[in-house]
């Protein structure tokens, strides 16, 4: 009873508002699902003089949710039972088996399934509340709400226009929704389809066109990430340095692992953890960098991974200057043959494959880390650590080149100075 | 000198592939005098009889060691000191006799990789580029065997490249002896030998003053102390053969003891390498001929289906693919030979390296179809074949891998023709009218299909008649050859260094073109000379030319092709993409997207 007493209301309501949404449309549009469903809403109501009876009821609803959400806090109870469905039925957790339930809860309430349209564009828009919004089977569940059969065409002329717009739109809505999340429909979903709609029809289309670039597109990333980050920042770091760096006889070293301890003082003391990564030619190039020059530690430098920011730095040279970068070929290097002719041509421009790019030029990366403090103090452990690793380091001077980085801004505003330069020698030993 | 040189460039006579021998120096076949026919076939018949009846092959296999008494036995022959003047004991072989011994050497592998090990590298350091006192003092026990010989070159790192050479040699402060420390790996006969051939870095003074770490040469004796060797290596093959590891520690050498200058190892290391590849080819043609007897005999006593085994087209292919081989292998081995025994001191490292790669890799095909025809007895221990698989698989990989062989010949032969061409090259590329219109007018007239004539055939020709047709068709591929080299210097220039996959294709087309000229050169001689059979060489030589004339064909149409057409841009691009993953990366086949 309350049921309709509410629904009654929301159509007095709506005929007042017929005028109000054409004067003022854009005030409305906010809480529209997207702007397709926006555009489609103007011909519904028009149209509605010949619709059937559900199909003008269906259309009330919305904008009756449209002025509980003007009016929400001022009334009570909610006007759109749907909500309420999902609201009941999460009563313990938000979990799948909670909105299973509240799905199954509608479609025993009617055997008709009277609503079904607006319960599933309701269920659609929980569905990341309850964290079901990847699940195949819960979509699955959904789309078996529909009535089966009747929005099948039975003839030319319901095949030739669109039979039962509003459902197709919806079920299109389901597939959209899928296609946002990335799910792949399976041989449900189109068993349910063709039931639901028949041959032909726009959400089997819809299907179709899914399956179609749906695989051809899973794999079109070639560095994928994988689907869930590890918690522990250590792997994740690792991941991380070992995706920047892209070199698999990279070596990754956890200099020191993240610890919270309290010292015999009593002090609290933190030790964040410190993930590096050096590859032998890194290796080799430091061997070979010129001790008198420094070498710089710079960062953080931002890199994502799907929804997750985190931070690295690097160790670097700076470009070597063009006397020293002119590599000269020894000619008793190689026992076999000539490693160059001592010829007076060049090569033609027709086998010249490379093309023209305007190359900035960048000094080599010796080595790169993430930590989980960005201060120097932490940064000067790396360099410690890679020390083990490249003796020549000790003799190297290591400029400290650190913006501060958002991992700063929570940490404290000990190094509140964006650059931080030390000028003479750096000994890692007499720092520590 | 001439071979491939271009077009209109035909004032000389055609020599050969790279003109680096001369046509005078190819035809006719070099031949031996009587009286050395007569000494070599005197060493010929106790060699071959103690290698049928005293060395028991399956045995040094299998206990992966050669019994004293047969090394005693090669010893008393005389084989430790083939090529060591008699003057120091040696037999004093030629290089053409030292061939024809390695052909019956080779039916033991582990037995002729010592030997080679010996005298080919190990003491032929001392024999190029030894003073008398070092001769003198070393070859006699050398050559009779009573000291075996070791050649230390490849340390842990590359083999090929003099920068991974760590081992160091420190001169001492009173300037009489060095200081040797380091490591060798892969030392044939390491275990065995007593004198070494150590390559090692020493600190030079250069032309300008500097100080410089260059290679230097030593002979070292085990009796200098700190001499030591690790254990045996377990190999696929020539098992008998001693490999292993050699450490010198703190090893006291006499400054006497340098080969050639102190910092001009670099240079003796690249001659002792390049002076002992010849003889492969006539190795290998002994073991093939060896395989051809054993297997010739299964095919035409076992029977299948009321055939015997030799009535089957398949099989009889197998043994024409043999003696093809075998032919052309003995034919360019012993024109080298020849070449190099000519007074003088001709460089034929280029050609030796041509009959290295050409015998080594026929050898392989050819005892893996000897195999074959024994089908799964073949792949049986109780048969050798399986033996000689693992045996010559070797000839591939030592005394400088095929690969870099083939970069040698190519790049050696580039140089040559760079020097010959560059300029005619820069006159093209200036714009000079007159040298573009004689080059436009050539290609013009090839197109029209051009009779080339380089004087090898027809009436003052030096091919006999009945190889005319591959006379005519080495003419052709040599004609053509100059051109596609002409063109790849313009087009790449010094930087066709770094083109491999165009560089083996030049190459495999010189080989081909050598071996061409062997066999004709040969079958000529034989026809005129009137040897036994020669009708049948010249079957061969005809079947081998055709084959190699529409390979050169195809692999010169290759060349003269840009990357994108002749695909080096999608192999280059397949290897790049298999090499960043490590691994083979297509998705399997059962795989499933949705």
């Not at chain 1, 009570?76 to 088996?97: I, M, N, Q």
């Not at chain 1, 008709?112 to 990341?128: N, Q, S, T, Y």
């Not at chain 1, 403090?373 to 000067?380: I, K, N, P, R, S």
């Not at chain 2, 050598?514 to 079947?543: C, F, K, P, Q, W």
Request: include cysteine; glycine fraction near 8%; hydrophobic fraction near 40%.
């Amino acid at each position: 009873m309350n049921c309709v007493r509410k629904l009654l209301l929301a159509r007095e309501l709506s005929a007042g508002r017929g005028i109000l949404r054409q004067a003022a449309p854009g005030r409305d549009l906010p809480w529209l699902q997207g702007s397709s469903c926006a555009q489609r809403f103007w011909p519904v109501s028009v149209r509605s003089i010949r619709s059937s009876a559900a199909l003008s009821r269906s259309e009330l609803i919305p904008s009756a949710r449209g002025d509980k959400e003007k009016d929400r806090g001022s009334r009570d109870g909610s006007l759109v039972p749907f909500d309420e469905l999902f609201e009941r039925a999460h009563e313990g957790d938000r979990t799948k088996a909670a909105f299973s339930r509240a799905v199954e809860l509608f479609c025993q309430r009617d055997i008709r399934r009277r609503g079904h349209v607006e319960f599933i564009k309701a269920a659609l828009r929980k569905m990341p509340e309850f964290g079901v919004e990847r699940e195949l089977d819960v979509y699955n569940k959904i789309l078996d709400v529909f009535p089966k059969e009747v929005f099948v065409p039975r003839n030319f002329i319901q095949r030739m226009f669109n039979h039962y717009p509003r459902q197709q739109e919806c079920g299109i809505h389901v597939l959209e929704q899928m296609e946002n999340y990335g799910i792949m429909p399976d041989k449900q979903t189109k068993f349910l389809l063709l039931q639901i709609f028949g041959k032909k029809s726009h959400p089997v289309r819809k299907y179709q066109r899914l399956m179609y670039w749906f695989p051809r597109f899973k794999h079109v990333n070639p560095y994928p990430i994988p689907a869930a980050l590890p918690r522990d920042p250590v792997d994740l770091a690792r991941i991380s340095l070992q995706r920047i760096a892209a070199d698999l006889s990279a070596k990754i070293t956890v200099y020191q692992m993240s610890l919270t301890d309290v010292s015999d003082a009593g002090k609290e003391i933190t030790q964040p953890h410190i993930v590096g990564i050096q590859s032998p030619d890194q290796q080799e190039l430091l061997a070979h960098h010129n001790p008198a020059r420094p070498v710089f530690v710079e960062g953080p430098f931002p890199l994502w991974l799907k929804k997750t920011c985190v931070y690295y730095y690097v160790l670097r040279g700076e470009p070597l200057p063009p006397e020293e970068k002119e590599e000269t070929i020894d000619s008793e290097r190689n026992f076999f043959y000539p490693l160059h002719l001592d010829l007076d041509l060049d090569r033609g421009p027709w086998d010249d494959e490379e093309f023209y790019v305007d190359e900035v030029e960048e000094g080599p990366i010796f080595a790169m880390c993430m930590a989980g403090a960005g201060d120097q103090a932490t940064l000067a452990k790396w360099i410690l650590g890679l020390q083990q690793t490249n003796p020549i380091l000790s003799q190297t001077p290591v400029v400290f080149h650190l913006k501060p980085g958002p991992q700063e801004l929570q940490a404290a505003s000990d190094s509140e100075s964006g650059e931080e330069e030390i000028p003479q020698s750096w000994h890692a030993k007499q720092e520590l | 000198y001439i071979s491939f040189l271009p077009q209109g460039a035909y004032s000389l006579k055609l020599a050969q592939v790279w003109a680096i021998t001369k046509e005078e120096e190819v035809f006719p076949y070099p031949e031996i005098s009587n009286e050395e026919l007569e000494e070599i076939n005197q060493f010929v018949g106790p060699v071959e009889k103690f290698f049928s009846e005293e060395v028991d092959s399956k045995r040094i296999d299998q206990d992966a060691k050669i019994p004293p008494e047969t090394l005693k036995g090669l010893k008393s022959l005389g084989l430790f000191g083939m090529q060591i003047p008699e003057e120091y004991g040696g037999l004093g072989l030629s290089n053409t006799m030292y061939a024809r011994l390695g052909e019956i050497i080779s039916l033991d592998g582990s037995v002729a990789v010592t030997l080679a090990a010996h005298q080919a590298i190990g003491l032929k350091g001392i024999l190029i580029a030894g003073t008398d006192e070092q001769k003198a003092k070393y070859l006699p026990k050398l050559a009779s065997g009573e000291h075996i010989a070791a050649f230390c070159l490849t340390e842990p790192g590359s083999g090929s490249d003099a920068a991974s050479i760590q081992s160091r040699a420190t001169m001492s402060e009173d300037g009489k002896s060095f200081l040797l420390n380091g490591s060798k790996v892969w030392i044939s006969n390491g275990g065995l030998a007593d004198i070494f051939t150590v390559f090692a870095r020493t600190e030079a003074v250069d032309n300008d003053g500097t100080k410089k770490d260059k290679i230097s040469a030593f002979i070292v004796e085990r009796a200098f102390g700190g001499v030591t060797n690790g254990k045996p290596e377990d190999k696929l093959g020539i098992r008998g053969s001693n490999t292993c590891e050699v450490h010198f520690e703190n090893t006291k050498v006499p400054v006497e003891n340098v080969i050639g200058e102190v910092g001009g190892g670099f240079k003796v290391a690249m001659n002792i390498l390049n002076s002992g590849r010849f003889s492969m080819g006539s190795a290998s043609a002994g073991m093939i001929k060896k395989l051809i007897e054993m297997t010739a005999e299964y095919a035409c006593t076992r029977k299948q289906f009321n055939k015997k085994l030799s009535d089957f087209g398949l099989i009889q292919e197998k043994f024409t693919l043999m003696a093809v081989k075998a032919y052309v292998m003995e034919s360019m081995a012993y024109l080298t030979a020849g070449m190099m025994d000519r007074p003088g001191v001709p460089d034929c490292s280029v050609e030796a390296a041509m009959v290295k790669v050409f015998s080594s890799e026929g050898a392989w095909i050819c005892v893996s179809e000897a195999l074959q025809v024994l089908g799964g007895l073949g792949y049986m221990k109780d048969y050798p074949y399986e033996r000689y698989l693992r045996d010559s698989r070797i000839l591939l990989i030592f005394e400088g891998t095929n690969e870099i062989l083939r970069m040698y010949i190519a790049l050696t032969g580039m140089q040559y023709a760079g020097k010959i061409l560059t300029g005619k090259i820069k006159e093209i590329k200036k714009g000079n009218v007159g040298v573009a219109l004689e080059i436009f007018v050539n290609q013009f007239r090839d197109s029209m299909g051009r009779k080339v004539d380089l004087g090898l055939v027809g009436k003052d020709g030096v091919v006999h008649p009945s190889l005319e047709e591959s006379g005519k068709k080495l003419e052709e591929n040599i004609y053509y050859f100059g051109a596609a080299v002409e063109g790849l210097l313009r087009r790449f220039g010094k930087t066709i260094v770094d083109e491999q996959l165009v560089l083996k294709r030049v190459a495999d087309v010189s080989i081909n073109l050598y071996a061409m000229t062997a066999a004709i050169s040969r079958a000529s001689r034989s026809i005129s000379i009137g040897l036994r059979n020669h009708d049948h060489e010249v079957l061969l030589t005809n079947i081998f030319c055709t084959e190699a004339y529409f390979k050169n064909n195809y692999v010169m149409a290759e060349i003269e092709k840009y990357a994108a057409e002749n695909l080096d841009d999608s192999i280059k691009k397949v290897a790049q993409q298999v090499l960043e993953k490590r691994a083979y990366i297509c998705s399997h086949p059962l795989e499933r997207t949705f």
